[in-house]
């Protein structure tokens, strides 16, 4: 089983910033793609970021020049720094993972796994 288990949530003042990190723990053999998504109410689950194994990056486009994506690929770790927040940056923040995982070889498998969630919530 994996799990992955973020932080760094919380309410801050417009154009303050924040950091989320994300960490995942299991029979982890790989992580390919890590992402953060939002959720806001009454609105669908979008991509903010994501970061392939290699480092490669796409940001929607409401965040570019204000939110970086990073990660740790021997900590299993995915982290979201976020700068100049906005009201409208308000939502819950989920993590998300593209995880092979398994203990021996009939046990592989690889499935996307996601995090509970975090709260961040902007003050104008």
């Known amino acids: 089983q994996v799990q992955l288990v973020e932080s760094g949530g919380g309410l801050v003042q417009a154009r303050g910033s924040l950091k989320l990190s994300c960490t995942a723990s299991g029979k982890i053999l790989s992580i390919n793609d890590m992402g953060w998504y939002r959720q806001a109410p009454g609105k669908q689950r979008d991509l903010v970021a994501q970061i392939t194994r290699g480092g490669e990056i796409k940001y929607a486009d409401s965040v570019m020049g204000r939110f970086t994506i990073s990660r740790n690929n021997a900590k299993n770790m995915v982290s979201l720094q976020m700068n100049s927040l906005k009201a409208e940056d308000s939502a819950v923040y989920y993590c998300?993972?593209?995880?092979?995982?398994?203990?021996?070889?009939?046990?592989?498998?690889?499935?996307?796994?996601w995090g509970q969630g975090t709260q961040v919530t902007v003050s104008s």
């Open positions: 998300s993972a593209d995880v092979v995982s398994g203990t021996n070889y009939y046990s592989i498998s690889r499935l996307d796994y």
